[in-house]
Each structure stands twice: as C-alpha cells, then as structure tokens.
C-alpha cells in the first residue's frame, strides 16, 4: 500500500543532495514520508551542533504542507557509506533516494563512491539523482 511507504533521502547538504530532496517531493512524495519540526528548535540544533541549511529547511516545509506528508529527519555520525546502509535497516526504508556529485573515475578510485557503495550494499532499491551541470 502506497500510505506505508518509508522513503529515506540521504541528505548532506550538497547540491546534487537537494537535486535528490527535490526529486523525492517531486516523485515520490503522496502522504507517504514520515514531522520534522524538532529540528527548527534552538536546542536541537545546539545538541547535535549542526548547521542548518534555509533552503533545505523551507523545501520541506513547502513539501509537508502542500503534500501533506509528515517528515522526519534522523542525524548519522560516522562514515557515510556505512551509515546509510545503517539507516536503510534502522528505519526500515522501502527506497532510498541520494545524489551523485559524480566524481570523475580517477577520484571515484582513489576515494571510493558512497553512492556506488550504498548500491551495492543497501538492502532496498536506491534512485540516484545525477547532478546534470557537474562537469568532469
């Protein structure tokens, strides 16, 4: 059933990680996400000493309010790779929607894709989203 969809966006900040927030409200979003308010108090963002990005904050008010869906953020700490594999299990995702920033092959070696990693490790479908401008 549509209604018990548990849709997870791996969410930095970056770009092509608010190109997969927006594709997510987009594509996916029909009363299905799961409230974020918390996150605007004061409190919380000094306990878990992270900067919040305005844009991201109004995009998914605009979503909860005009969607009518509920969201909830959830913080990892650790490497991401790892830890979204984590959160896949600990939330019991259905899907989970990244972004790429698409690095070129030589750094994607040298550094290893968590996008790549997630692919092959998560244990439910991922939709990634290509930032279209990233030049090589």
């Not at 190109?19 to 000094?46: C, F, G, H, M, Y």
């Not at 919040?52 to 969201?71: F, G, H, M, N, P």
């Not at 979204?84 to 030589?106: E, F, I, K, Y």
Request: neutral net charge.
């Amino acid at each position: 059933m549509a209604g018990d969809r548990r849709i997870g966006v791996a969410l930095d900040f970056s770009k092509s990680s608010k190109l997969a927030l927006q594709w997510s409200i987009d594509n996916l979003a029909d009363k299905a996400l799961i409230p974020l308010t918390e996150l605007r108090l004061p409190e919380v963002v000094r306990q878990y000493d992270v900067e919040l990005d305005a844009e991201v904050l109004d995009l998914l008010d605009t979503a909860s309010r005009q969607k009518q869906v509920a969201i909830v953020m959830k913080i990892y700490w650790g490497d991401a790779r790892e830890k979204l594999c984590l959160a896949v299990d600990d939330q019991r995702l259905n899907s989970l929607v990244m972004g790429s920033r698409g690095l070129s092959p030589l750094k994607r070696i040298l550094l290893g894709s968590v996008t790549s990693y997630v692919v092959s490790h998560a244990v439910c479908p991922i939709t990634v989203i290509k930032d279209q401008d990233f030049k090589h």
